[in-house]
């Protein structure tokens, strides 16, 4: 599968938060029971983190938990600091197909799969330095290709994954989902932002699975 819902990139050269290349993964769009033309298609996801984030209309549960969890202070979405943040980060939903009807509906395991290779692409495009997964069942389901266990970080965000793209490495984790019944951002900053400290190890070697 090709990337169906282009990725939400930064204007500049080199967008960064807290000094890293970081790209964040949600899981799926909605169809939400309308027909879309192609052009919404292709632009959906930018179109959203727009709506909602770098120049947010209105407050949205994701989003709001996303920006506290990666930062310290709790600001409002109309504030500057909010719609900053969305402009030095770069976002992308992992199913690369809509999800028949809203919330609460689940991707199936074949549309993870059928989503694998349009991840990659993003990962060669981005160029991303962090992966940070925002939900569990994305990062139970996401490819493993080109990628290998670096760590069992049992006290911060359990598994770091490294992976390899075109001329480059990256390394991956996650926390729950912004949007579940107890998330807790206060809980995951501190593990967060340990993890974008980390070192990356370019000499990581492709695996294949």
């Not at 951002?185 to 370019?202: G, H, K, N, Q, T």
């Amino acid at each position: 599968m090709t990337v169906i819902f282009e990725p939400w990139k930064p204007l500049g050269n080199d967008p960064r938060f807290a000094g890293r290349r970081l790209l964040i993964v949600g899981e799926s769009h909605y169809d939400e029971r309308q027909t879309y033309a192609p052009e919404q298609i292709r632009t959906f996801t930018t179109d959203i983190v727009r709506t909602w984030g770098a120049e947010a209309k209105g407050y949205q549960r994701f989003f709001a938990n996303i920006f506290r969890t990666l930062n310290e202070q709790n600001a409002d979405h109309t504030s500057e600091a909010f719609r900053s943040f969305w402009h030095g980060v770069f976002f992308y939903n992992y199913v690369q197909s809509f999800v028949p009807g809203g919330a609460r509906v689940r991707p199936t395991a074949k549309m993870f799969a059928d989503s694998a290779d349009a991840f990659h692409a993003v990962l060669n495009d981005v160029r991303p330095e962090a992966v940070l997964v925002m939900g569990q069942t994305t990062w139970d389901h996401m490819s493993e290709r080109d990628a290998v266990l670096v760590d069992h970080d049992e006290d911060g965000l359990g598994s770091i994954w490294r992976y390899q793209f075109e001329g480059g490495t990256c390394l991956a984790a996650h926390t729950h989902h912004p949007s579940s019944n107890g998330y807790a951002p206060d809980y995951w900053r501190a593990r967060v932002l340990s993890f974008l400290e980390r070192p990356i190890d370019c000499s990581a070697k492709k695996t294949s699975a």
